[in-house]
């Protein structure tokens, strides 16, 4: 839990990031920004570079299949776009969740260094009771699918993928859908003998054993984010039960009022507009719970989601980092073995110093029977090989994790841009909900206020 005098959002800030001067906005939308020439040449290396804008929206769920075992939801995704990757300003079509599911696995898959944001989760009790096609539930679905999609649009890389450009323009999205799967981009064929050398390597234990200060950094700041939204969620959790709670009491006292109008002829006109007023009341309480704490609470829930996905990719960068290590720890080792074999060959093992270990397993396969000198001059031939492909998998696994720290550095600043949007646009529709909860409130209490002044009291 943290103190009350710590600022649990000291990682945010809401000025413009020195990276960011020189870049013009999108017409509309937050988040939204476009190199220009002059932003370009003064931009950093791990500084991204966006080529345009593209505002998506996800809107009119429609029930389709109805009355039938196979009936689904499918919703109109559409998009503004000056990308030139999409053959249209203005792409539109119909897609179901199950597309936005596939969308989002192989985003993930076909950039496994950016930070692609998550989906709802399709595992509720909506699905058990059947009401998974109530308008409340698929206006909450459309709302979730519609971040979603605005996230990508922000991601300078992913607003670029062809799969995503498919998805708002493919009239034959199943067959885009397969043709994907069969023929997925960037797939190395190489990788092959790392993942089958790593992985037998490799535990959930494992830890980097030279971590890097600037990725070290990054995981701090990424707790102190989420340990902050979690606090935040919990007390806008507690302050929405007790809004609950006054609204019924505000009820319970109209009601009160009202009764006790029906005793007191002589005011039970001012006592009825009294309750009236109590009535009104609760009602903004429900509605500023409904428009604005509750919107809140799902989209403060939907940014810890979306750090976890930015959490992932520094845990994956880490993983190669450990490849590599682990790769290059199995190489001296094999070459180790190949060098005690020579010089045991050679005649030299007396002096090399080799120790208790390497003398023990000469003499087991002395007793074994194996001619000595032609099972390890075999053994060394195989080694050698080992040793060859083993130096072409460490070389390989030390650019990949370099190229890979290199994205990640790069993904963590899109991430910030992408971060300090949402926070300021939810921030300030749950400030918006409350101006005009109180700006309403006060009308509604000013205006009674004369009703009751105009009651007399006998002194």
């Known amino acids: 839990m943290l103190g009350d005098d710590e600022d649990v959002f000291d990682s945010v800030t809401w000025e413009t990031p020195q990276v960011a001067q020189g870049y013009s906005a999108a017409p509309s939308g937050p988040g939204f920004i476009q190199s220009t020439a002059d932003s370009e040449d003064r931009a950093g290396p791990h500084d991204p570079k966006w080529e345009g804008y593209l505002i998506t929206s ?52 076909d ?61 034959e999205w199943h067959v885009t859908m397969h043709q994907h799967t069969a023929h997925p981009p960037n797939q190395d064929q190489n990788s092959g003998i790392i993942d089958n050398i790593s992985d037998t390597l490799l535990n959930a234990f494992s830890k980097v054993r030279k971590p ?22 919990r007390l806008w959790n507690r302050v929405r039960s007790r809004t609950n709670d006054l609204t019924g009491d505000y009820h319970d006292l109209a009601v009160a009022v009202q009764g006790l109008g029906f005793l007191e002829s002589g005011i039970t006109d001012p006592l009825n507009h009294f309750s009236n ?27 810890l989601h979306y750090s976890h996905a930015n959490r992932a990719v520094l845990k994956l960068r880490d993983q190669k980092q450990m490849d590599f290590e682990e790769l290059s720890d199995y190489l001296s080792n ?47 031939r195989k080694l050698d090989v080992k040793i060859k492909e083993l130096q072409d998998a460490v070389t390989t696994a ?17 991430f910030q841009y992408a ?12 400030a918006d909900s409350q101006i005009e909860f109180y700006k309403s409130a006060m009308e509604e209490w000013d205006q009674i206020i004369p009703v009751i002044s105009r009651i007399k009291v006998d002194v």
Do not use: W
């Open 277 to 303: 007023t109590l009535l009104e009341f609760s009602a903004l309480l429900r509605h500023m719970t409904q428009t604005g704490t509750d919107p809140f609470l799902v989209h403060l829930h939907s940014l």
């Open 419 to 430: 971060k300090e949007a949402e926070m300021k646009e939810m921030l300030g529709s749950l």
């Open 334 to 380: 094999v070459t180790a073995e190949r060098d005690r074999l020579s010089a045991v060959i050679s005649g030299h093992a007396g002096s090399t110093g080799l120790g208790l270990g390497a003398y023990l397993r000469d003499r087991v396969d002395a007793l074994r029977g194996a001619d000595d000198d032609r099972s390890r001059v075999e053994k060394m």
């Open 398 to 414: 030390h650019e990949t994790s370099d190229a890979f720290s290199e994205e990640t550095l790069r993904e963590q600043t899109v």
């Open 58 to 109: 996800v809107k009119d769920p429609v029930k389709e299949l109805a009355e039938t075992k196979d009936a689904y939801v499918s919703y109109l995704v559409s998009a503004k776009t000056n990308l030139s990757i999409f053959s249209t300003p203005n792409p539109s079509s119909r897609r179901r969740f199950q597309d936005f599911v596939f969308l989002r696995d192989n985003l993930t898959r």
């Open 111 to 171: 950039f496994p260094a950016c930070v692609v944001p998550p989906l709802p989760d399709k595992h509720r009790l909506e699905y058990v009771t059947g009401d998974r096609f109530s308008p409340e539930f698929m206006e909450r679905r459309r709302l979730e699918l519609h971040r979603f999609l605005e996230r990508l649009g922000r991601h300078p890389t992913l607003q670029r993928s062809t799969l995503l450009r498919a998805f708002f323009e493919s009239t």
């Open 212 to 233: 890097d200060d600037r990725f070290l950094s990054m995981r701090e700041n990424v707790d102190k984010f989420e340990e902050g939204l979690l606090l935040s969620e």
